[in-house]
């Protein structure tokens, strides 16, 4: 195995796990979070594209993707899907492919249910859960096991974590914000730490950013536990152009390649 690479493979939110403001404060599902614009900084058809870096070395490519998916139970629904693997070389050694499918509400951002594939080396594992808002409740088929946890109000899944992160509107330099989490059978309570507004280049050239800090205290989807920065464009996309950990020696990096598809933009 490549040290360093289940680093990788874990953590989108990755990307995916930052937390979210008064988001907590607010009462229960359906309810829209109190500091809601009201206004989507993605749309329909948003793909993202990332190249992962290991130790400044190409390790691995990561896709994100939001969908209209129809609806859920009767209720309308979008659809976050996200895809982290490792490159040809790596997985000669240590092959990753993890897959996340999540359905949320189109306005809360919470998720009614989410498919989590994961392969890293030799470990298959398959979890498939479903969020009860009614009862607070939380049920997970993990590799054909059924468990129920109890979970706090307003709790985000592995993907709609950084969506909702996007949506906030104040995001102001020495601030923090909060989310709960359900990851991996578990609850977490996650602060973000706003640490400044920077200008970062890349293959898209020069933008001005919002860094944070996410203080993760599990494992994502492509980027393993630890505190992760993610450097998001200071405008209304909070579009994420970089996310980087690290390590005890070097760093691992996933980075934006190129502007999305902005379907009406």
Not at 60 to 73: E, K, L, N, P, W
Not at 196 to 220: K, Q
Request: hydrophobic share 40%; proline share 8%; charged share 20%.
């Amino acid at each position: 195995m490549i040290p360093g690479w289940s680093l990788i493979a874990r953590v989108l939110l990755p990307l995916v796990t930052v937390s979210g403001l008064t988001l907590i404060s607010a009462l229960a599902y359906p309810g829209v979070p109190p500091q809601d614009s009201g206004i989507l900084p993605f749309q329909i058809g948003e793909s993202l594209r990332y190249s992962i870096y290991v130790w400044g070395f190409p390790a691995g490519s990561a896709t994100m993707r939001v969908d209209d998916s129809g609806s859920f139970h009767g209720q309308p629904t979008l659809r976050l899907r996200t895809n982290a693997k490792s490159n040809d070389f790596v997985s000669l050694f240590y092959p990753v492919n993890n897959l996340v499918d999540e359905m949320i509400h189109p306005e809360t951002l919470l998720p009614f249910h989410f498919i989590f594939h994961r392969r890293e080396g030799r470990r298959h594992d398959e979890y498939d859960v479903t969020f009860d808002y009614e009862n607070m409740v939380v049920t997970t088929v993990k590799n054909g096991k059924i468990s129920k946890l109890a979970i706090p109000p307003i709790t985000h899944g592995p993907l709609s974590c950084l969506y909702s992160l996007r949506k906030n509107p104040s995001l102001a330099p020495g601030s923090s914000v909060f989310l709960n989490i359900h990851h991996d059978k578990k609850n977490y309570h996650v602060e973000v730490k706003v640490e400044a507004i920077e200008p970062l280049s890349g293959p898209w050239g020069e933008v001005e950013t919002i860094r944070v800090l996410v203080v993760m205290p599990f494992r994502g989807i492509f980027l393993n536990k630890g505190n992760i920065r993610i450097w998001m464009t200071n405008d209304l996309h909070r579009m994420p152009m970089k996310m980087k950990a690290e390590m005890t020696i070097g760093s691992i990096e996933a980075v934006l390649q190129g502007w999305p598809h902005q379907p009406g933009g």
